[in-house]
Every structure is written in structure tokens, then in C-alpha cells.
């Protein structure tokens, strides 16, 4: 689908299943408008269809998500912040999986979600600070809550159009699974701002298992240093507190 109108570009596309092995019958859609005056980009995605995936029966399942985002200054919630962009959505009967700082979702019986994310900036100058944020939750069909995670990724010294060259950037991943009693927060940190360098994103890792009583913290490992470049000199750096890794 594709109009170019005097005051909005529109793109979309619809694809359907039919007996897909994981999805079953069903189709996915999205849409793209970019209004030319205001500056506003609208996008919308809609996922509906039945499978008897990993149950004993035929169930149904649907996801939608909408998101907004606007050109500077946005909207200012906060002296020298404001939002550039807003979303949201929901699934049923379908599980969220982490990859990183996205997610993917497949059909999983007796599951309910939602998702929000916002995209935020210093204003007036947008390369001060930018970052893009994401939380979602799941509950199971009793109405439990069975896992939240947020994530983030955040850069300093560049523009939206520019952010791979941003002199510091970064994300950081926080989940909570509720059945499991497992807390997991991992951040990565890369500078590229001479004299100081990294050559990889120094990471950190915090994970604690409630069910047995593990846990373990690390600044970097010994076959994956942390290293940082000062004026051409490399240092390098590890730390980890446990009981077990």
C-alpha cells in the first residue's frame, strides 16, 4: 500500500499465514504515515490469527502497536528535556522474547501484555542527550504478573541521524521473571571521545537467581576484558563477586 497525498506519505503492507507450522492461519499488517506539515511520523502494526502451537487446542492470539514521533523541539515535559516520540501496545496469547534490546513475539497459550516506549532528548540541542526506552510486561491468565523487563539505549554527543558517531553511548536491559524468581540487569558502555577510546563497550552484568540462591556480578571477565584507551595507553580491568558463575 503506498499514496503520496499533498499533506501525508502512506506506506503499509499486509502478509497472511496459512497453516504456518508456529503462526497457523492469520495475517500481519503494518502502516507508515508521515505527515509533511507538523513533521509527525505515525506507525501502526496489527497481528491477528489462531494456531494450535505448543497447546493441545486451537487457540487465537492477536498483538497490536502504535507509535508516534515528532520533529524538534517535541514536546518539552521537563526544563532542557522533552519527548520526541510515544508508543504503546498490547498482545494476547503470545509470549515476548528478548534479543537484545528488542523483542520478538510467537504464539504461547494463556499469556496477556503490553508495551510502552517513549524516545526522549535534551532541547534545544538534541545532541546533548538522546535515548530510546521500552518497558513490557506480561501476565499470565489468572492475571498474575509473570515478567517485566525495561530497556535502553542512550547517546551523548550526537543527533538522531548521527547517533552511530555519538562520543558516548550505551544500553542497559533489566527483567524480573516472576515464576522463576530471576532478576537479570546487563549495561554496555562504549566511548569514542579522543583521548578516550573503547575498543568495546564495557559491560556489566548483574544476576540473581531467587529460586536457588545463586548469584553473581561482573565488571568484565578475564577472557573478556574491559578496556579503555587513554591517550594511546590501553588499560584493561575486571571484577566479579558470586557465589556462582
Given at each position: 500500500?503506498?499514496?503520496?497525498?499533498a499533506?501525508?506519505?502512506i506506506?503499509?503492507?499486509?502478509?497472511?499465514r496459512?497453516?504456518?507450522?508456529v503462526?497457523?492461519?492469520?495475517?500481519?499488517?503494518?502502516?507508515?504515515a508521515n505527515?509533511?506539515?507538523?513533521?509527525?511520523?505515525?506507525?501502526?502494526?496489527?497481528?491477528?490469527?489462531?494456531?494450535t502451537?505448543?497447546?493441545t487446542?486451537?487457540?487465537?492470539y492477536w498483538?497490536?502497536?502504535?507509535e508516534?514521533t515528532f520533529?524538534?523541539?517535541?514536546i518539552?515535559?521537563?526544563?532542557?528535556?522533552?519527548?520526541?516520540?510515544?508508543?504503546?501496545?498490547?498482545?494476547?496469547?503470545?509470549e515476548?522474547?528478548?534479543?537484545?534490546?528488542?523483542?520478538?513475539?510467537?504464539?504461547?497459550?494463556?499469556?496477556?501484555?503490553?508495551?510502552?516506549?517513549a524516545?526522549?532528548?535534551?532541547?534545544p540541542?538534541?545532541?546533548?542527550?538522546?535515548?530510546?526506552?521500552?518497558?513490557?510486561?506480561?501476565f499470565?491468565?489468572?492475571?498474575?504478573?509473570?515478567?517485566?523487563?525495561?530497556?535502553?539505549e542512550?547517546?551523548?554527543?550526537?543527533?538522531?541521524?548521527?547517533?552511530?558517531k555519538?562520543?558516548?553511548?550505551?544500553?542497559?536491559?533489566?527483567?524480573?521473571?516472576?515464576?522463576?524468581?530471576?532478576?537479570?540487569?546487563?549495561?554496555?558502555?562504549?566511548?569514542?571521545a579522543?583521548?578516550i577510546?573503547?575498543?568495546?563497550?564495557a559491560?556489566?552484568v548483574?544476576?540473581?537467581?531467587?529460586?536457588?540462591?545463586?548469584?553473581y556480578?561482573k565488571?568484565?571477565?578475564?577472557?573478556?576484558?574491559?578496556t579503555?584507551?587513554?591517550?594511546?595507553?590501553?588499560?584493561?580491568?575486571?571484577?566479579?563477586?558470586c557465589?556462582?558463575?
Amino acid at each position: 500500500v503506498y499514496a503520496n497525498l499533498a499533506a501525508v506519505d502512506i506506506k503499509g503492507s499486509i502478509g497472511f499465514r496459512n497453516n504456518d507450522p508456529v503462526f497457523g492461519d492469520g495475517f500481519i499488517g503494518s502502516l507508515e504515515a508521515n505527515f509533511k506539515g507538523p513533521g509527525i511520523k505515525l506507525t501502526a502494526l496489527a497481528e491477528f490469527g489462531n494456531t494450535t502451537y505448543l497447546h493441545t487446542g486451537r487457540y487465537r492470539y492477536w498483538r497490536v502497536e502504535a507509535e508516534a514521533t515528532f520533529t524538534a523541539p517535541g514536546i518539552t515535559f521537563l526544563p532542557g528535556m522533552a519527548f520526541r516520540g510515544f508508543g504503546g501496545g498490547a498482545f494476547n496469547n503470545m509470549e515476548p522474547t528478548a534479543s537484545g534490546m528488542t523483542y520478538t513475539f510467537t504464539p504461547k497459550h494463556s499469556s496477556l501484555g503490553f508495551r510502552a516506549n517513549a524516545v526522549m532528548a535534551t532541547t534545544p540541542k538534541e545532541q546533548t542527550f538522546n535515548a530510546d526506552m521500552e518497558l513490557l510486561g506480561t501476565f499470565s491468565g489468572s492475571g498474575g504478573m509473570t515478567y517485566i523487563g525495561f530497556t535502553g539505549e542512550f547517546y551523548i554527543g550526537a543527533g538522531f541521524d548521527k547517533r552511530h558517531k555519538a562520543k558516548v553511548s550505551g544500553d542497559v536491559s533489566v527483567s524480573y521473571d516472576f515464576p522463576q524468581k530471576h532478576f537479570n540487569l546487563t549495561a554496555n558502555v562504549n566511548v569514542n571521545a579522543t583521548p578516550i577510546t573503547t575498543p568495546s563497550p564495557a559491560n556489566l552484568v548483574l544476576d540473581i537467581n531467587g529460586k536457588t540462591n545463586n548469584w553473581y556480578f561482573k565488571f568484565g571477565e578475564p577472557a573478556n576484558l574491559n578496556t579503555v584507551n587513554v591517550f594511546g595507553i590501553s588499560l584493561y580491568e575486571y571484577m566479579m563477586l558470586c557465589n556462582d558463575i
